[in-house]
């Protein structure tokens, strides 16, 4: 089946420590985003890609660092710069005029 | 700008009874216009889209939603609750062509027995 896979589900950070969130997907889609989420604030856009090797700042892309080598790839770095990075992160993907699908998810916990 | 306000927070309603779940939005073009709902830890189901056409629409596991230009909104309905119902649904905006999608910030919902 088709889908989005986001890993992993649960990820700790110490300070100071960067850390790479995964998401991939098999649906062929041309765009991909990152979302954070926290509790009473609905989604807020970190970064997105329409096309490989290109990405776009969303909202609130301070601390974070995104690359996309691969269609299939769009993984997410959250630097030390983020003071505040505890929270909900959600990648989706689309085709062109279609809505997103979403992965299930990865919760981000400070040590 | 660009919008998208659920006006309750949250709701509860018990089990059987009809649900409706506001949304209103503010967009300058034609709006494509998405539910999704959302269960504890995991991540964002579409319900059901307006893109263009009849403005009631058919989503799944029963709801539907009714687009209202002149009142800019698009709210959920749902005829008879179930318990399996609870979580959280969310009401989001995005352009025809473009690649953003503006979300709201949410209504949970409680099913009470």
Partial sequence: ?111 | AQSVTQPDIHITVSEGASLELRCNYSYGATPYLFWYVQSPGQGLQLLLKYFSGDTLVQGIKGFEAEFKRSQSSFNLRKPSVHWSDAAEYFCAVGATGGFKTIFGAGTRLFVKA
């Fill in chain 1, 1 to 111: 089946d088709g889908g989005i896979t986001q890993s992993p589900k649960y990820l700790f950070r110490k300070e100071g420590q960067n850390v790479t969130l995964s998401c991939e997907q098999n649906l062929n889609h041309d765009a991909m985003y990152w979302y954070r989420q926290d509790p009473g604030q609905g989604l807020r856009l970190i970064y997105y890609s329409q096309i490989v090797n290109d990405f776009q700042k969303g909202d609130i892309a301070e601390g974070y660092s995104v690359s996309r080598e691969k269609k299939e790839s769009f993984p997410l770095t959250v630097t030390s710069a983020q003071k505040n990075p505890t929270a909900f992160y959600l990648c989706a993907s689309r085709s062109p005029g279609q809505p997103q699908h979403f992965g299930d998810g990865t919760r981000l916990s400070i040590l």
